[in-house]
Structure formats: C-alpha cells, structure tokens
C-alpha cells in the first residue's frame, strides 16, 4: 500500500464574498489540505470576524502581511475570497506569486485583465478554478452526461431560473457591479449552458428594475443566449420569496430533462419518446443526492493541484463563461 499524498498547505485571501465563509468550512474539514491561515486585507473587518468568535472564523490562524501568504513556498494554493471588486486583482496576486487559486465567482468586471491573468497562469502551468457551486451537483451532472452524450438528441432549447431574496445591503454590494443581480448569480447558469452549448453567438438581455428598494438596482432581468441551431434563457431576480422556485430545464429532439428546485437536490425528471438506455418511454422521476455546497469544488481542485486528474473544466471555458457573462451586462459588446 502506497503511502497518502502529503496535504496540500492551503490559504485564504479575503473573507467578504458571500462564498468565503463556506468555503473555508470545507476547506478546514477537508482531510487532504492544511489550511495555512487567512489573510483578510480590511483591518475593521478582521477585527469583526475575530470579535465574533464563531466558527470558522474563530478556528482559523489570521495571517498579519499578504507577504507571509504569498512568499511561502510552501504554500501550494490560495482561495481567492474577496469581494467581487478586489478579488480579481488578488487573484493576479496570487498568480504572480506561482500559486494555483480557487477563485470565487464572477472573475470581476474587466474581462482584459482576466485572460491576461489567465495567460499568466497557463504559461507558469497554474490552476484557476472558478467557483460555480454546481459543477458537482448531482442534477446537473446527470443532466450533463444525457445532454453532452445525445442521448437527448440535439439540444435546442436551455431554461434557467435562479433566483434569491435579496436585501437592501446585498443590493448596495452587487450594485457596483453592472447586470445587479445578473451578474452575481447568472455565471451559475452560464457555467452550466457553455458547457452545453458552447459560445452563444448572439447575446441580448433585460436588466430591469421592478422591486421597490435599491433604486437602478436590476433586479428582475433576463438573459437571451442564441446558437445556430437553439436557445437559452436564464431568469434571474432578486425579490422572489422563499422557499426558491430554482428550475433549470434542457430540450432535446430525443427528449427532455427538468429539474426543479436545485436547492435542496430532490428530483429530475426525464421524458423519452421511447424506451431506451434502460429507461421507460415516458416520464421517470429520479431522486437526487443533495450534496452539500463546495465540498466536491474543493475536492475535485485538491485532486488537481496534486495532478492526480485533469481539470474538469478548461481555462477556456472559465475565459468563455466570463466572457458570456459580461456580454450579457453590456460589460463587453457582442
């Protein structure tokens, strides 16, 4: 028997995305990494997070200088977990020092600076693995595999919906960025669409503002993505009330997957116009494992840091799904 590979020595960079707290919960239970420490740039908010005295905050070395992080070479990997308007400059950091990153979504707002951290990272044969949630979700990796197979023939027609409750200081937040709450959630959608699709080559969207708080916040918006031969639509709104009515739905011309809601994983429900690969003509509902969120993304990036697999996803396709998203803001034209 062969001995365990050594942990890999991991740190955090920034503590305000909304992702940053759960990803250090799993990013501590994962037996394969070390945690190093965090290193949160903004002093008044180390201070809260140190005061609060709450896990995982409370179960974390707090490192003082981004030097101690960044010119360790012990140090494998970083989180990247500031908010989405440092982090990509961080993340830049955290490439310039040789370091592979776990970047949480979206990859900012200048599209420039990401291929060229991207290229950074491709020449000095670094990772870069954005943080959609649902890359290892069961529903959609099911729906992947029949949709990227043909088993469903050919896809013509994607739906998305993802939509939150979103409160007047998550909209100030969001607000800086433009798409509101477009471009905070959309690249959930997107992530999965590209991977299905590929390129939209025509991009429209409807970034409006419907609600009564956060005035110019778009908060009621949709995004039209056209291919040569099908269309996606991904909905997405700030104000819907909970339980969230999340639905992400493929058509094919050899059938059809729905799955509603995403979160809880509860069921999926495929329709085939015959029996085949072991399923019925007809509709079968299938019950899906909920997993919980990011512990598979920290894994599956722990596996390849060790070169133990290949990416899941290509930096390409994180290049695409940025790009698609801001297309989609009226960031970039096209």
């Known amino acids: 028997m062969t001995d365990r590979p050594e942990r890999v020595r991991m740190s955090q960079y920034g503590t305000k995305h909304a992702h940053a707290e759960g990803v250090l919960a799993v990013t501590l239970a994962n037996p394969d990494v070390e945690l190093v420490g965090v290193y949160e740039p903004d002093a008044a908010r180390r201070r809260e997070l140190e005061s609060a005295g709450r896990?995982?905050?409370?179960?974390?070395?707090?490192?003082d200088d981004r030097g101690e992080m960044l010119e360790d070479p012990t140090i494998d990997a970083v989180s990247s977990e500031g908010m989405?308007?440092?982090?990509?400059?961080?993340?830049?950091?955290?490439?310039?020092?040789?370091?592979?990153?776990f970047y949480d979504k979206p990859a900012g707002d200048d599209y420039a600076?990401?291929?060229?951290?991207?290229?950074?990272a491709r020449e000095r044969g670094l990772l870069i693995q954005l943080g959609y949630m649902f890359r290892y979700h069961d529903g959609f990796q099911r729906i992947a595999e029949l949709a990227r197979s043909g088993f469903l023939g050919h896809v013509f027609s994607v739906r998305a919906r993802m939509a939150t409750l979103a409160d007047e200081d998550v909209r100030a937040r969001i607000g800086e960025h433009r798409g509101g709450i477009f471009y905070d959630l959309?690249?959930?959608?997107?992530?999965?669409?590209?991977?299905?699709?590929?390129?939209p080559h025509t991009v429209t969207s409807f970034l409006r503002h419907d609600d009564d708080i956060a005035p110019?916040?778009?908060?009621n918006t949709l995004g039209v993505f056209e291919y040569d031969r099908a269309m996606a639509i991904v909905d997405i709104a700030a104000m819907e009330t909970p339980p969230r009515a999340r639905r992400f739905e493929v058509y094919g011309t050899a059938g059809w997957a729905i799955m509603e809601p995403f979160e809880p994983a509860e069921t999926l429900r495929l329709c085939l116009p015959e029996a085949k690969g072991g399923y019925p003509e007809g509709i079968t509902t299938m019950r899906l494992e909920d997993r919980p969120r990011y512990a598979a993304s920290l894994a599956a990036f722990v596996q390849d840091v060790r070169g133990e697999?290949?990416?899941?996803?290509?930096?390409?396709?994180e290049l695409l799904v940025q790009e698609t998203l801001l297309r989609a803001t009226g960031r970039l034209r096209g």
């Open 113 to 120: 600076q990401f291929e060229r951290v991207v290229a950074k």
């Open 309 to 317: 697999k290949e990416p899941d996803r290509s930096l390409e396709h």
């Open 84 to 101: 989405n308007m440092e982090s990509l400059d961080q993340t830049e950091e955290i490439v310039d020092a040789g370091k592979h990153v």
């Open 216 to 219: 110019g916040f778009p908060d």
């Open 55 to 63: 896990p995982p905050w409370s179960q974390v070395r707090w490192i």
């Open 186 to 199: 959309a690249g959930h959608m997107l992530d999965q669409i590209v991977w299905l699709l590929g390129r």
